[in-house]
């Protein structure tokens, strides 16, 4: 089963609105990587956190790592129908071998024209 | 194209045959992974080389899966006596060991034990 946990597990948005979607792990991660899946697709990397607190952005998509380093979120703005798909963060806890990931089960993104 | 390629792409088999996948990663990775993925769930890991070292597999994976990568380049993944449970994606991907090591995905094999 999936410890790594996503909230919401579906998003539905009207075009030019913004959401946010939750990862939370019961236990510290040493980094989590956001990837994203267009259906029918694979995963693909998105990005890397690594420092507690750290935000990054990539265009209209910004990633906060949490303080405690057990959680994270992705925040889009201005969605657009390119934003479709599932996204899935990945975590690589602290006491478990390096570049072992543990993927949440991923918030699935719909959006409406 | 230099991505990580799978095949097959699709496997349908009857319960209780064996099915063997294969993973070519990016040639210059050195970290080879293989995950299962059903409906609604993200991948799940399932083990994972570098070069020919097998370094972990999952706690939950049956003895019936064995996974090798023999030359330090591609690998195989052999199911025995296939269940319907068995059914899933079965996605592998590569990284390299330094620097963002992100993962590169494949496409995928899609087994379906009938």
């Known amino acids: ?113 | 194209d230099t991505g990580v390629s799978q095949d097959p792409r699709h496997k349908i088999t009857k319960r209780g045959q064996n099915v063997t996948f294969r993973c070519d990663p990016i040639s210059e990775h050195n970290r080879l992974y293989w995950y299962r993925q059903t409906l609604g769930q993200g991948p799940e890991f399932l083990t994972y080389f570098q070069n020919e070292a097998q370094l972990e597999k999952s706690r939950l994976l049956s003895d019936r899966f064995s996974a090798e990568r023999p030359k330090g380049s591609f690998s195989t993944l052999e199911i025995q006596r296939t269940e319907q449970g068995d059914s899933a994606m079965y996605l592998c991907a590569s990284s390299l060991v330094t620097g963002r090591y992100e993962q590169y995905f494949g496409p995928g094999t899609r087994l379906t034990v009938t």
């Open chain 1, 1 to 113: 089963g999936q410890q790594v946990m996503q909230i919401p597990q579906y998003q539905h948005v009207q075009e030019g609105e913004d959401f946010t979607t939750y990862c939370n792990s019961s236990t510290t991660l040493s980094n989590i990587q956001w990837y994203k899946q267009r259906p029918g697709g694979h995963p693909v990397f998105l990005i890397q956190l690594v420092k507690s607190g750290e935000v990054k952005k990539q265009k209209r998509l910004t990633f906060q790592f949490g303080e405690a380093k057990k959680n994270s979120s992705l925040h889009i703005t201005a969605t657009q129908t390119t934003d479709v798909g599932t996204y899935f963060c990945a975590g690589e806890k602290t006491t478990d071998s390096w570049g072992k990931l543990q993927f949440g089960a991923g918030t699935q993104v719909v959006v409406t024209p």
